[in-house]
């Protein structure tokens, strides 16, 4: 369809300079100290866009050139049978994943795919740079299935040990290629050697992560789903995180809806949640420290693999950085809190036998996190709340579908050097 470019301006949060995306995917400000950059719409008041439908409908706040095939957008409404539980009187909930009575169509069943429609709409139709996103499992789901039912090449690295996410309803064409980290590798690992393919080839571009202002206006319309649905901002906004990219889009999404004007003050508290025993951000914020805090690498690998939800074991979040997670929990009031494998798995049941559908592993985590808060008096029972349900349906999905694994093409030690990393990235495409 015709779809006149989203207008926007790039500002950095450090120092303010505002600056035109010209080059289109511009992640940070070379000539400045390390800061995140924030997207600055023409349009200051939301419309949502029916005419477009899907995660487009937000196409005023998104920073997209183009409209791909596919999107679904989040879908917010009122609970009833866990709000009755908590004895919430305003509970609601984003639902990103498959639920189709709901209107929830994410084929993938995570709000990654938020993030995936639009990083690869900020491309333009001509972008001719294979783009490199490095996973701990449900983005790389995600950034494999936009790419594969868009035809656009894709550079994937995920931990061996995180395959189990690899799942779809439909086989992956073959654009999308992905490299592993041997058994004992982990999130960061991926991240490392993707950093080294795209350092060592002009062939590659990096998706950029939290830099990037397309994956968090992507995940921030989860707010957009959220505000536009309720009719104000919420008093507190519970997730469960691993680099907390999502949390700081959400933040974002609530200032930008103060300056809307239409939706109330912005006093939405973030409330995070990490899995036992990997819990460095509770840690960090304890200490009152932007440096993020982790005791050694090898003690970080012996707790992720302790944790049922893998996808919250980011070692080297935007914590410290300006615009990133520190400042969003100290400017909002938040606070982060944790969950056992075994509370999430508890809190998971609950959520299904409650609401009717089965959740994530890491959505679980956010759930038992609202259970604790409730039961410890850190949200009052008449608050507006907002529960980002991340990832859900996937059991349902599986059920009603045929499934197809994605299988890695090259499998590299945690070891490997930059030479090996990037022949055998360059070698697939």
């Not at 909930?93 to 069943?109: L, Q, V, Y």
């Amino acid at each position: 369809m015709s779809f006149k470019p989203t207008e926007y301006n790039i500002v950095s949060v450090a120092t303010g300079t505002r600056r035109s995306d010209d080059g289109g995917w511009t992640l940070g400000f070379a000539d400045e100290a390390p800061s995140l950059i924030r997207a600055e719409y023409a349009e200051k008041q939301l419309t949502v866009r029916d005419d477009i439908g899907g995660l487009y409908r937000f196409a005023d706040w998104l920073p997209i050139r183009r409209i791909l095939e596919g999107s679904a957008a989040p879908v917010t409404y009122k609970s009833k049978g866990l709000a009755e539980a908590l004895g919430l009187e305003n509970l609601w909930i984003t639902f990103n994943g498959w639920w189709p009575e709901k209107g929830a169509a994410m084929k993938t069943a995570t709000f990654k795919e938020c993030e995936a429609y639009s990083v690869c709409a900020r491309m333009d139709d001509d972008f001719d740079k294979i783009l490199v996103v490095a996973s701990a499992g449900n983005t790389a789901r995600a950034f494999a299935q936009v790419c594969s039912d868009n035809k656009i090449p894709l550079l994937l690295f995920v931990p061996r040990d995180n395959l189990n996410a690899l799942v779809f309803g439909s086989p992956i064409e073959p654009c999308v290629k992905l490299v592993c980290t041997e058994s004992g590798g982990d999130y960061f690992d991926a991240i490392r050697m993707s950093n080294i393919a795209v350092a060592g080839s002009d062939l590659f571009i990096a998706e950029g992560g939290a830099k990037n202002i397309a994956r968090r206006d992507g995940m921030a319309t989860t707010v957009l789903s959220a505000v536009t649905e309720i009719g104000r901002i919420p008093d507190a906004y519970f997730q469960a995180v691993g680099s907390g990219t999502g949390a700081i889009a959400a933040w974002e999404a609530a200032m930008r809806f103060e300056a809307d004007g239409r939706y109330g003050k912005n006093s939405m508290r973030l409330m995070v949640s990490q899995n036992e025993p990997f819990t460095p951000m509770l840690d960090s914020l304890a200490a009152d420290s932007r440096d993020f805090i982790i005791v050694d690498d090898d003690s970080a690998r012996s707790q992720v693999t302790e944790v049922n939800a893998k996808v919250l074991t980011n070692r080297r979040p935007p914590w410290g950085v300006p615009g990133g997670l520190y400042d969003a929990l100290k400017a909002s009031g938040g606070a982060v809190l944790t969950a056992t494998n075994n509370e999430a798995v508890i809190a998971g049941e609950r959520f299904e036998q409650l609401e009717g559908i089965d959740i994530s592993d890491a959505a679980g985590v956010a759930v038992a996190s609202l259970f604790k808060a409730v039961e410890n008096g850190a949200v009052a029972k008449d608050e507006t709340i907002m529960l980002n349900i991340t990832g859900g349906g996937m059991e349902r999905f599986r059920k009603e579908h045929d499934m197809y694994t994605l299988e890695p093409t090259v499998i590299l030690p945690v070891d490997a050097s930059d030479e090996e990393i990037v022949k055998a990235s360059t070698a697939l495409f």
